[in-house]
């Protein structure tokens, strides 16, 4: 089994920068491809970021691109969201996906299909 815990939520400005982080345990892997959702109230969970963790190749919801960095750090198991330019309508609680070694691995984590959660963390941004 794999945990997954966030961290790094919180209430900022718009115009502000907040940088989350997801720790990975358990039975880790070392491909596969890790990311972040988020889910503001009354709506649906959609995608946010995705990096593959052996090439490092990364894609990004159209809402976020340009904004948003997605990284990872495989030898701490270890992925992050360095956040910028946060708008009002970032708020949501944001959560960390993993899928594990296989054929297709991200494009599966980015269409929603994932393999582990984690418990979420909220950004809230004020206008």
């Known amino acids: 089994q794999v945990q997954l815990v966030e961290s790094g939520g919180g209430l900022v400005q718009a115009g502000g920068s907040l940088r989350l982080s997801c720790a990975a345990s358990?039975?880790?892997?070392?491909?596969?491809?890790m990311g972040w959702f988020r889910q503001a109230p009354g709506k649906e969970r959609e995608f946010v970021a995705v990096?593959?963790?052996?090439?490092?190749?990364?894609d990004y919801a159209d809402s976020v691109k340009g904004r948003f960095i997605i990284s990872r750090d495989n030898g701490k198991n270890m992925v992050f969201l360095q956040m910028n330019s946060l708008k009002p309508e970032d708020t949501a609680v944001y959560y960390c996906?993993?899928?594990?070694?296989?054929?297709?691995?991200?494009?599966?984590?980015?269409?929603?299909?994932?393999?582990?959660w984690g418990q979420g963390t909220q950004v809230t941004v004020s206008s």
């Open positions: 996906a993993a899928n594990g070694d296989y054929l297709s691995s991200a494009y599966h984590l980015q269409n929603g299909k994932v393999d582990h």
């Open positions: 358990g039975r880790t892997f070392s491909r596969g491809a």
């Open positions: 990096i593959t963790r052996t090439t490092g190749n990364t």
